[in-house]
């Protein structure tokens, strides 16, 4: 069995970029043909569930602002076949509303497949490890900013792997925040993570494709 842990931000960015969209259907079948275990510590889904509409919103906004931007542009520089432009691109803008449903739709879909994740609580021993983390000044706290979320989050990593471990299961932890978790190479972990990311069945990535590349080509 492949465990797949997802950070906050990597279920934020597969429920509202239209580019992830083969990524949700790739964890779907996985999920389902057995092969994956979605691991999602609950601090995550709480995260997730406080931000996913402002993520929406946003993501909304922005394709607004763009469409206003190259319709000025197409206006100004457009030339003899620039109302042929506009009047495609109005008809993009009446259908921004459906595309901003179509986000909440992929909203729903992760949703289901958090749900349907191992749900890990968070445990006193995580609390403990992150807060010497901090003590230690050891990455997520080698930089100036609040990273206990994230110290926890990779210590349930730890943790879940010392208590499911075996010669058959593989264990994958995601991000996209190389910020916090990352080396200078954001395609490996922070030197500081290394003792848990030793073991040849234990693998890190900065990827949610590569991820699913190395489960099933």
Do not use: W
Not at 15 to 28: F, G, M, Q
Not at 130 to 140: E, I, W
């Amino acid at each position: 069995m492949h465990y797949l842990m997802l950070d906050t931000c990597v279920l934020l960015d597969i429920s509202t970029r239209k580019n992830d969209l083969p990524i949700v259907a790739a964890l779907e079948s996985l999920v389902a043909a057995g092969l994956v275990k979605l691991v999602i510590p609950s601090l995550v889904i709480e995260e997730y569930d406080r931000n996913k509409g402002d993520v929406a919103d946003k993501t909304r906004k922005r394709l607004s602002q763009e469409f206003k931007q190259v319709r000025n542009v197409i206006d100004e520089f457009g030339g003899a076949e620039k109302d042929k432009a506009i009047d495609i691109l109005n008809d993009v803008n009446a259908r921004l509303p459906l595309l901003s449903e179509a986000n909440y739709g992929t909203i729903s879909r992760v949703e289901v497949l958090i749900d349907e994740s191992v749900q890990v609580p968070v445990s006193d021993s995580a609390k403990l490890a992150a807060v010497q983390r901090a003590l230690d000044k050891k990455a997520p706290f080698h930089i100036s900013k609040n990273s206990v979320a994230d110290a926890i989050i990779i210590e349930l990593f730890s943790e879940y792997i010392l208590c499911n471990d075996s010669e058959e299961n593989n264990f994958i932890f995601i991000t996209h925040n190389h910020n916090d978790f990352s080396s200078k190479d954001h395609r490996q972990p922070h030197e500081d993570f290394l003792s848990i990311f030793q073991k040849d069945n234990v693998h890190y990535f900065n990827s949610t494709s590569a991820a699913i590349s190395l489960i099933d080509d």
